[in-house]
């Protein structure tokens, strides 16, 4: 029953954890509004990042087009430079026109990118001046913060610890699935069992069930939520 009594440690380690976490993130007001604003720069920064990226790679193909539609206008306008015969001069003057249109089309679409381009760097600028001086004021009050609760900071370190230790005497995947059901399940992966029913998701066990749990010499999941069992 060694496993199972590890097992169980690291859910208590991992409450005691949640418990400190969220009196740490219970932030004062001033400390609040700083932490709010951050986290939505750095959401815009994010989307505006990805957008500037979009545009970028839209004006490198523009750019490549508008070459090519260069080239083709110089020839075009060359043959008209070039041809004598009427006929022939009234369709180099027609191809041209086709080819400073096309031009044309290229452009205006390439300049309205880089234009954007423009835009979103410089909200990005100011984005991260704005952040890089509210960062400042957070450090500050989140460090007099922590100060007031050192002893709940002593408590998340030791605990940090002790859960390293623990998930280091079970193996790699034993200890990815504990975090995947812990995630899945609210927290909540070792549950007793009470009254013959699993305490994570209330569902009666069956005799037979509860007969194998009572000799098992290892842990034994819910039949019903894969919750890990004990019989207190």
């Known amino acids: 029953m060694e496993h199972l009594a590890i097992l169980r440690d690291l859910q208590a380690t991992l409450d005691y954890l949640r418990t400190i976490e969220r009196d740490l993130s219970a932030l004062p007001p001033d400390l609040a509004v700083l932490d709010t604003r951050l986290k939505a720069i750095e959401k815009q920064t994010a989307e505006k990042t990805k957008a500037l990226e979009s545009a970028r790679v839209h004006i490198q193909v523009k750019t490549k087009e508008l070459a090519q539609a260069q080239k083709e206008e110089e020839r075009a306008r060359a043959a008209v430079k070039t041809t004598s015969q009427k006929v022939q001069y009234a369709a ?79 193996s790699t995947t034993e200890v990815t699935r504990f975090h995947r059901l812990a995630g899945a399940r609210q927290g909540r992966v070792v549950v007793p069992v009470e009254n013959g029913a699993c305490t994570g998701c209330h569902v009666k066990l069956r005799g037979p069930f509860l007969f194998q749990l009572k000799e098992a010499k290892g842990p034994v999941a819910c039949e019903s939520c894969q919750r890990i069992l004990f019989l207190p």
């Open 92 to 170: 180099a003057i027609r191809e041209l026109d086709e080819k400073e249109r096309l031009k044309s089309s290229i452009a205006r679409p390439l300049k309205a990118l880089e234009t954007e381009a423009k835009a979103l760097e410089q909200a990005l600028e100011t984005l991260e001046a704005e952040r890089a001086t509210l960062k400042v004021k957070f450090d500050e009050l989140h460090s007099v913060f922590l100060d007031e609760h050192a002893n709940q900071v002593e408590g998340r370190k030791q605990l940090q610890t002790k859960q390293a230790q623990l998930e280091a005497k079970l």
